[in-house]
């Protein structure tokens, strides 16, 4: 039987260490190289929709190394959020896991991630690009036109949908340790969790007009982390307690 303690201050094992380096690396290079280099960050390595010409394969591994750049309405808290979760939650993982199946998991998880929501976008735009198929058929004027491309040729970056599965592989492996929110209110992991993932599946469901959060990218990370864990735990237990 596990039982129950308390999160303390995690250490940085070194796949941790490199993948925060790195993605501080990367969005100070979006966020300080000025704006067209910014842009072609963007076009080139966030993740587009299948249905968007800006859409290449690389990407569903290359947006989890991006982040809102520091001009954005986001400024720093983006990243900020995504490696303090890496690092809080990742740590326990990478030690108890050994560095090079950690980074196979963090980097499955985001795939996995990026995937769905591939699979989401397919069917969320279908209509939007069927619209604009007919507008262009009819001569749309060019601004109406703009504003369907911007919808379809939308992107999106972020580790979050790997660190997610990082967020319910811990939740997994470490159900009863006790988190401590805004420092001082003790909340089992299992329950943290399963809270994260009920208020994103209200997001996705919800939906509202001004949330550019991809909530379905992120239950597809915990989905794909916790698939992960589960077959691992399920055929080598003693890698895991």
Known sequence: MQSSRQLGMPPFPPVIKNL??????????????????????????????????????????????????????????????????????????????????????????????AIIYLGYLQIHLHPIVEEFQSVSAEGAPESLLMQYREIIDASMIGASGAVFGVIAGFGYLFPNTYLYLYFFLPLKTKWAVLG??????????????????????????????????????????????
């Open 196 to 241: 994260i993932i009920a208020y994103e599946l209200y997001g996705a469901i919800a939906s509202s007009a001004g949330d550019d959060v991809a909530h379905v990218a992120h239950l597809g990370g915990a989905f794909v982390g916790f698939l992960l864990i589960y077959i691992w735990n399920k055929r080598n237990r003693r890698h895991f307690y």
């Open 20 to 113: 925060i380096i790195i993605n501080f690396l990367v969005w100070m290079a979006q966020s300080f190289l000025g704006n067209n280099v910014s842009a072609w960050m963007d076009n080139v390595f966030a993740l587009h929709s299948l249905y968007s010409p800006l859409f290449k394969p690389w990407q569903v591994i290359t947006h989890m190394f991006m982040h809102s750049p520091f001009h954005s309405q986001l400024g720093i808290m983006h990243i900020l959020l995504n490696m303090f979760g890496l690092w809080m939650f990742g740590s326990a993982l990478e030690i108890n896991m050994g560095a090079k199946r950690f980074l196979s998991f963090y980097l499955i998880s985001g795939i996995g991630a």
